[in-house]
């Protein structure tokens, strides 16, 4: 039920910063949230994930030390810092959201809420 708009996208040269939002129709705090992207020829894959409170993160390998997940609950809003940015980062990135039940919020490809994307172009 809950509808999730990303927004930020755009094309930067390598080493650059993009700064993702993604906001969110309801009250986020007990949703677990996450950056998935897609590129052209690729499976989707896990970016980052943060926990409800946002005292829990995870990353991919790939992205661990260069992006950064963040929330504002009050805004209804999450965001995916993006910097040093490189040519392999380029894709479609999405938002995705889900109730963490037992398991967490680990970055696992479980969210069954999901917003449309936001291109993300990375030259070199």
């Known amino acids: 039920q809950v509808q999730l708009v990303e927004s930020g996208g755009g094309s930067v040269q390598a080493g650059g910063s993009l700064r993702l939002s993604c906001a969110a129709s309801?009250?986020?705090?007990?949703?677990?949230m996450g950056w998935f992207r897609q590129a052209p020829g690729q499976e989707r894959e896990g970016v980052a994930s943060i926990s409800p409170g946002g005292a829990a993160t995870y990353y991919s390998d790939s992205v661990k030390g260069r992006f950064t997940i963040s929330r504002d609950n009050a805004k209804k809003s999450i965001y995916l810092q993006m910097n040093s940015l490189k040519p392999e980062d380029t894709a479609m990135y999405y938002c995705a959201a889900k109730i963490p039940y037992g398991g967490g919020c680990y970055l696992m490809d479980d969210f069954p809420y999901w917003g449309q994307g936001t291109q993300v172009t990375v030259s070199s």
């Open positions: 309801t009250f986020t705090y007990s949703y677990c």
